[in-house]
């Protein structure tokens, strides 16, 4: 069974630029979440989707940040514009009637 | 203060010792428990669930105490491959998921 999927592995930008990360859940998990993780911490909520239904989003940056989750499969997540500050690995991960979290590879984000 | 905090570490270990995480949580109301490690620059991975009777898994071994609000990890005859690092993770009524910023192991021969 494959896991969760993200793309990019890897993203460097310079300030101000915007960026994208999409991620692809494992077939049949309805909730889906996007963390973000810095060095040295542990992965810190941005949004949970139940289905295509944020249920939870109250610690993303709305100026900034915004994701979606169309047909509640596949999910975006964007920054724009990026800043300095931005720079981690962006983790998706997605679980069944949310019980254990299977995470994907991570998106590192570099702004330079 | 953090929802979930673990202890902060590292911790260095020769091989062969038995080492002890403990994780507590702030919301009383929470419904399930997770340790997941976390190897250098991969992702997070189920190590195993938290069970309120407590749970063993060959070396590994998980408790919960509800009343103190704390869960921990017990690993014996440590290997030089559990060198990683150990995220708690708690779950709430309606199903976020909150980790601690992890504990980092370090196995010696």
């Known amino acids: 069974e494959a896991g969760v999927v993200q793309s990019p592995r890897y993203k460097i930008i310079e300030k101000k630029q915007p960026v994208a990360f999409w991620c692809n859940p494992i077939?049949?998990?309805?909730?889906l979440y996007w963390y973000l993780q810095n060095l040295g911490q542990g992965p810190e909520l941005l949004i949970r989707?139940?289905?295509?239904?944020?249920?939870?989003d109250s610690q993303l940056p709305k100026d900034r940040f915004s994701a979606e989750r169309l047909k509640g499969v596949d999910s975006t997540l964007k920054i724009q514009p990026a800043e300095l500050g931005d720079s981690a690995v962006y983790l998706c991960?997605?679980?069944?009637?949310?019980?254990?979290?299977?995470f994907g590879e991570g998106s590192r984000l570099t702004v330079l | 203060r953090k929802e979930v905090e673990q202890d902060p570490g590292p911790f260095n270990v020769p091989e062969g010792a038995t080492v002890a995480f403990n994780c507590t949580y702030s919301?009383?109301?929470?419904?399930?428990f997770f340790w997941y490690r976390q190897d250098c620059r991969k992702e997070p991975k189920l190590l195993m669930s938290?069970?309120?009777s407590g749970n063993e898994d060959g070396r590994f071994t998980a408790q919960l105490n509800r009343a103190s609000q704390y869960i921990s990890l017990l690993i014996r005859d440590s290997k030089l491959s559990d060198s990683a690092t150990y995220l708690c993770?708690?779950?709430?009524?309606?199903?976020?998921?909150?980790f601690g910023d992890g504990t980092t192991l370090t196995v010696k021969p």
């Open positions: 993770a708690v779950n709430g009524w309606a199903g976020k998921s909150t």
């Open positions: 938290v069970y309120s």
């Open positions: 991960a997605s679980s069944f009637s949310a019980g254990e979290l299977f």
């Open positions: 919301n009383s109301a929470s419904q399930s």
């Open positions: 077939s049949g998990h309805n909730t």
């Open positions: 989707y139940e289905n295509e239904e944020a249920v939870d």
